[in-house]
């Protein structure tokens, strides 16, 4: 006994450090996670001027947060940040209208999708030319740090465009508004939200490109991507689901014929 004594407390040592070693953790059990949510898109989710922020996105999240059984704090964060946010450990999960794609699963674990959105176009109102994707050739496209809508276009579609790089929505909603830029191209949930608060813009439902929102969490949590899993199937199977889009979506024109349960992407 005397001989293994050492050993046990070598063993104890080594598992203490590992605990304590900040290796990733699920976001299951939680008392509190810290969620990244977009402050700059209309309807999805914006920081107000009292610091609280508002949006599909921010809604989906709390409902989230009940059923888990944890307390939500958000924390803004940009296109070009989310999976920096997650590696890092600054957010434990990202709702900021965060599409799926091969190359971002490499790097982050999505749960859902939560909503299933189209990639389409916001030209301005006195626009004649755009009615489509094809119309996009040699036009000017904003391309937000981060996004990759714009170089879908041109990789999927084969149409080639000038993609012109910006920090944030609000630059592109700017500059196309003086004609510095002929098109902002990404999700139709974002171009709605942008042409109800901003005159003179018109989103062309041209919808192409599936899109496929998900949410973000590390690479390693199974657990909790699979509590998100079954929170969102709640979500729809309740009403809360079409609730929500009808409340952020419907003044924007956006069409909602048919709201159902996503199919998920796996959580292995």
């Not at 977009?38 to 610091?51: A, F, H, S, T």
């Not at 119309?135 to 012109?164: P, T, Y």
């Not at 998900?214 to 991507?225: A, H, P």
Request: hydrophobic residues 40%; glycine residues 8%.
């Amino acid at each position: 006994m005397k001989r293994l004594l050492p050993t046990l407390l070598v063993l104890v040592s080594l598992v203490a450090a590992g605990c304590g070693s900040g290796s990733p953790e699920t976001i299951v059990g939680k008392e509190k996670l810290i969620v990244g949510v977009r402050p700059d898109l209309p309807l999805i989710g914006v920081k107000k001027k009292d610091g609280t922020f508002e949006g599909f996105d921010v809604d989906v999240a709390r409902y989230l947060g009940k059923k888990l059984g944890t307390e939500i704090e958000f924390t803004p964060v940009l296109a070009a940040q989310r999976e920096s946010a997650l590696t890092s450990g600054k957010v434990d999960m990202v709702l900021a209208s965060y599409t799926i794609s091969q190359d971002r699963k490499a790097k982050v674990l999505f749960g859902g999708p939560y909503i299933i959105a189209y990639q389409d176009l916001l030209v301005r109102k006195d626009e004649t030319g755009i009615d489509n994707v094809r119309d996009l050739k040699g036009r000017r496209i904003c391309q937000v740090k981060g996004s990759n809508a714009a170089q879908r276009v041109i990789e999927e579609r084969r149409v080639q465009a000038q993609v012109v790089p910006v920090a944030d929505y609000n630059t592109c909603v700017q500059m196309l508004k003086s004609s510095q830029l002929d098109v902002i191209t990404t999700d139709d949930v974002i171009l709605a939200g942008l042409a109800a608060t901003n005159d003179g813009l018109k989103l062309v439902n041209a919808k192409f490109n599936e899109q496929r929102t998900g949410i973000g969490l590390r690479k390693t949590d199974v657990e909790g991507c699979e509590a998100v899993n079954r929170a969102i199937t709640d979500m729809y199977q309740d009403g809360t689901a079409a609730r929500l889009l009808h409340r952020w979506f419907d003044a924007a024109g956006l069409s909602l014929t048919t709201i159902a349960v996503p199919q998920f992407e796996g959580c292995s």
